[in-house]
């Protein structure tokens, strides 16, 4: 960790949190390729737990340095703001989350590049029940109960995280014994989850039961609850971290990790999120505590890092015009020429169209953010 004049700043991290936003798109990229009728890269590969490994180190990533941050404004000011934190949520998430809501909804359907990826059935039977989850950003009900919305499905963990983050300041304000009362947390969190895929012994045709699970498998509180945790240890500088900063201690991680999720079968995958989510942070406190680690960021990852909320929030809408145009013109190239293509082209749209969002749409309000900030924290 680091202060740049004044701000708390975690060298690295940034770099890793583009890294994170490039594999969910490389994941959709493959995903809605096949939606599209092009061949995936690698068939026997599944993309989909790419990206879902993904947003599990975001959520880590995201417990982690919003606990840091709450710890270092109740020691320094011996409370919690609450309505301060709830303001600087409001701002930096609201503006983009609302804007492609209401392009979702209202613009994209109606031109013509985007129509491919909508489905009739969408409009004629969920669209209000939809339209009304997402606008109180309960996204992820929504996704658990009907099919995702075209061109924002990736907008149900943002729907978990600020579902989390309604209770979690007010858990470390009032908390006395904080890592008990995680632990405590984590552990009914686990619990209720296990207790729900019970009771698929006995519901588990019913309806109800799916959706119910669905919502479940995609409320990944724990995983920020243990990126909470790691703030905690790293904040108290806790004797454990001695363990986990060792080099030897990253190693074992970097290899287990790629071979758990490569052989780890579907279902088991999901479940491994716990330890994936462990993985994670034991990564990330190596890279904020240990001295002596090589630099893995620069100024270019560094600002791709800033701009990732953009990139994830855009590069659905960006894929699907992209994929339109593609199977519109290059049918008939190699399928090397056509994944050259849709790669560069995506890319090169989804940071341009992130660039300008965080220039214009999200700036203004970091700004205004930063004023309700009792601590100053890295862009």
Not at 86 to 91: A, F, H, N, Q, S
Not at 113 to 135: G, K, P, V
Not at 159 to 165: A, I, N, P, R, T
Not at 338 to 360: D, E, M
């Amino acid at each position: 960790m680091s202060t740049q004049n004044n701000k708390i700043y975690f060298s690295g991290l940034n770099s890793l949190r583009f890294w994170a936003a490039f594999l969910v798109i490389v994941s959709h990229i493959e995903m809605l390729k096949e939606n599209y009728g092009f061949e995936i890269i690698i068939s026997d590969f599944n993309f989909y737990y790419l990206g879902g490994i993904s947003v599990t180190f975001f959520f880590v990533l995201s417990g982690f340095l919003i606990t840091y941050l709450l710890l270092i404004e109740k020691e320094k000011h011996k409370n919690i703001n609450i309505k301060a934190f709830y303001l600087r949520r409001i701002l930096r998430i609201w503006p983009v989350y609302y804007s492609m809501l209401i392009l979702a909804f209202f613009v994209l359907p109606h031109i013509e590049a985007f129509q491919e990826s909508y489905f009739a059935s969408f409009f004629e039977e969920h669209f209000t029940t939809n339209i009304l989850l997402y606008l109180l950003i309960l996204p992820n009900v929504s996704f658990a109960m009907y099919p995702a919305v075209p061109n924002i499905g990736q907008f149900w963990s943002i729907g978990v995280e600020e579902q989390f983050y309604l209770a979690w300041p007010l858990i470390i304000k009032k908390s006395k014994n904080i890592l008990r009362t995680l632990s405590i947390i984590l552990i009914c969190i686990i619990g209720i989850k296990l207790l729900i895929l019970l009771m698929g012994q006995f519901y588990e045709f019913s309806l109800w039961y799916f959706s119910l699970k669905r919502l479940v498998a995609m409320s990944k509180f724990e995983c920020m609850c243990i990126g909470g945790i790691g703030a905690y240890w790293l904040f108290t500088e806790n004797k454990f971290l001695r363990f986990l900063q060792k080099k030897t201690t990253l190693i074992i991680t970097l290899v287990l990790l790629p071979i758990l999720f490569v052989y780890v079968s579907g279902e088991l995958k999901d479940g491994l999120h716990v330890v994936f989510s462990v993985m994670f942070l034991i990564i990330l406190l190596y890279i904020v505590k240990t001295k002596s680690r090589p630099s893995i960021e620069n100024k270019y990852l560094n600002y791709l890092g800033k701009i990732s909320y953009g990139l994830y929030m855009y590069h659905f809408a960006v894929i699907s015009v992209v994929l339109h145009f593609a199977k519109k013109y290059l049918s008939q190239e190699s399928e090397y020429i056509q994944n050259l293509i849709i790669y560069v082209t995506v890319f090169v749209l989804t940071i341009t169209v992130a660039s300008l969002s965080y220039r214009f749409v999200e700036t203004p309000f970091i700004k205004l953010k930063s004023k309700h900030s009792p601590v100053k924290s890295g862009d």
